[in-house]
Every structure is written in structure tokens, then in C-alpha cells.
């Protein structure tokens, strides 16, 4: 009975939305059961889940007597029967540390990473500020291991997010941070991996595609996500992502996005508006931002950085005409006159722009879609263990 296949959005699982599998009824079905316990309140009755999925009793009956022989799911009775009388209904829950997954991040002024169980609670959080730049592979070495040495779970993925051009999860040019442009890190990464005796292997993902999936995401569970749409995400610097039927574009050679580093373009001339306010005020940007009201009262400046990215973003919005742009990071601490200050440049380029708005959690653009990037991982190696091998060979 599950050999119908067929192409559909999983919305609503791990997989971001926009991101599209060939899947068949079956995985579909576990997919949705596994949602179900990944979310609050994490336990649920069968009769719950049946109402949630629609799915039917059978169906996520076979699915979750599945999922506890391989120790992904628990059952206990529950301390009290229904309202109705009766025997005390079974109670459902996903086994949280059934396995885990790592995100490692590279700042300018940290390295830092997580740990994340299988409904993508934080089980172990390390900060370690990088002392140069030469340092980095260190630094990852050091959080990776403290971040192993405190779980017990298997690792199912394993993620770097970085600030530069990745493809196929290597980099292959990082600016900012030149040593990682060897990928020997990488290696030196999955050796420790293997003195823990975990299999997972490292990929590395780009800062500000990882955030525009994420962005992209949180559009979509607010409605019906835009068709296409340009993300820009700032924290540290400026760095874009583009969605284009509700997929992230990679590019041939993982520099999509990448237009924002063209040297003399106005996305410059706003970078360097940026790196003059950190040095003139001798604090991060992200501790600028977050008291950006402050800072305009003696010298304006969220307006002219708004009339400053909405140029350089005019050149993109006549080229590509997106449905929408989503604004994410640090940035977003500077409250709604930067995207009026967008927006009146837009207006003034096209007589169809774009609509601009703030991403809910734009602060954590970055770690959030970290965080859903591994946890898809985490979800796929999982339904391999679940499904059989004909549902997986689809």
C-alpha cells in the first residue's frame, strides 16, 4: 500500500519550506507522525496524532510501533484515563536524544557552536573568541571537542556555517577568513569525529544562504511564501541569498548571492558606510545596531544606510524582479525607518517594487538556519533507518 509516489512540499517537517522531495506516501506519512512528536507539548496520544496528521489509526499505529523498536519513540500509559472513563490512554513521545546533531559558527569576534537533539533543543552550547585570524581551525578543533566530550547521542550532521563562497560543502573562497580556504580543517574536524566514533562527516555551509532559507521559512509560516524573493542578511557584513520558486539558488559554483562583494558597487560604498561607523564609535556592529536609536540621535545614520542599500538593491530588484526582500541579522535592530528608507529608493527604481520587511527572528537568521539545515539531515538519515529499502530507493 505505499508504493504511490509523488512530488509534494513537506511544510511543515524538518525540510524547509520550498525545499521539495520526491517522496513517497509512506515516508510522507512517517514524516508527519515524527513532526508531530517533534513539537509541543512532545506527548501525545495516538488519537492526538490521528487528528493532527490525518492520518489513520492503522497507519500511525505501524509507524510508531516502528519508531520505538528503533528507540526514536517512547510509550508509557498516561497517570490518568479520559474524561470518559476507560482504560488510561498510551502516551507518545520522541526519544530526544536518541541522537543529536553539531553547528559550529565562525564570527569575527567568536567560534561557537551547538549541540541539538532530535526535536532541535540545545543540549550543549560552547563560545570561544577567536584569539587571530590564523587560529580558526583551533578554535573549531576546541568546540567541536567540548561539544562532544558533553553528549552521549549519535552525531546524525554536522555543519560549519562560514562567511564566503561554499559549494558542495567546501569552501572555496572565504575572504574574511583565508585558512579556511584549504578545507584541511575539515579533515582535522572529522578525525576528532572519529575519535568520538561517530560516522558523521562535516560540511561547510555559507553565513548568508543558510540565513535566507531560514527567512524564506519564517515568510512561509506566516502565509503562502513568496515565489521569489532576495534575503540580505547583516550582522558583520552584508551577504544575500536568492529564492526563486521557492528554492534557494545555488549558483554553478556556489556564488549566487555573491553580486554583494563586487568591488565599487553600491552594495561597497554600504559596506564601507558600515566599517567607518564600527571604527569611528570602536564597537562591533552588532553592539551598533542594537543601540541604533541612540547612536542616530547624535549622528543620523539609519536612514542614510537604508537609502544606501535600497540603491544597491534597485540594480538587483530590475534584474531578477522578486516577489519580495526580507531583511535579517543584527540590522533589524534598526527598526522600521531603515526599511521606509529601503523602500522610497525602490519606489523610485521600478513602478512594481518589491515588498520589504523585516524577518521574524532576523537576529538569528544564521543560527536558526543552521539549526534547520541539520535537523533536515538529521530527518533524513533517521527515515533511512525507518523506511524500507524500497521506500527509500524511490
Partial sequence: MYTEFMVIPLANSAVAPGEYALASTRENSVNAVLDVLA???????????????????????????????LDVAN??????????????????????????????????????????????????????????????????AGALTQILQAVDSTVYAVAVVVMGIVDQGRVVRSESFPELNSNSWIG?????????DQSA?????????VAAKWMYSQCCTLGVGPESMIAIHCSEDFGCGLVFGGNLLEGAHGAAGEILQDEGSMWSKASSFLRKIEQDQD?????????????????????????????????????????????????????PRLLTAIEQELRKATPTPPS???????????????????LAEARRTTLQRVLPPADQNH
Fill in 188 to 196: 582535522q574536524l572529522n578525525a576528532i569525529l572519529d575519535d568520538f
Fill in 356 to 374: 520589504v520587511h523585516v524577518s521574524p527572528q532576523g537576529a538569528q537568521s544564521v543560527s536558526e538556519g543552521a539549526k534547520m539545515h541539520v
Fill in 75 to 140: 510509550a508509557q500509559t498516561a497517570s490518568r484515563s479520559h474524561s470518559s472513563g476507560g482504560r488510561r490512554p498510551q502516551i507518545f513521545s520522541l526519544n530526544r536524544f536518541h541522537h543529536c546533531s553539531v553547528v559550529l559558527r565562525v564570527n569575527y569576534d567568536v567560534v561557537e557552536g551547538w549541540a541539538i537533539d532530535a526535536a532541535g533543543g540545545i543540549i550543549k552550547s560552547v563560545s570561544l573568541p577567536p584569539v587571530s585570524a590564523g587560529d580558526i581551525s583551533d578554535r573549531l
Fill in 283 to 335: 564597537v562591533s556592529l552588532r553592539e551598533f545596531f542594537a543601540n541604533a536609536e541612540a547612536y542616530d540621535q547624535e549622528n543620523a545614520f539609519i536612514e542614510p544606510l537604508g537609502r544606501l542599500m535600497g540603491k544597491a538593491l534597485s540594480s538587483m530588484v530590475l534584474t531578477l524582479d522578486p516577489d519580495a526582500v526580507a531583511i535579517g541579522g543584527a540590522i533589524v535592530d534598526c527598526g
Fill in 201 to 209: 562527516r562535516v560540511v561547510a555551509l555559507n553565513d548568508a544562504k
Fill in 39 to 69: 513539537s509541543e507539548p512532545f506527548t501525545f496520544t495516538i488519537t492526538e496524532i490521528c487528528r493532527i496528521t490525518t492520518l489513520s489509526r492503522p497507519t500511525v499505529t505501524r509507524i510508531l510501533n516502528d519508531l520505538i523498536d
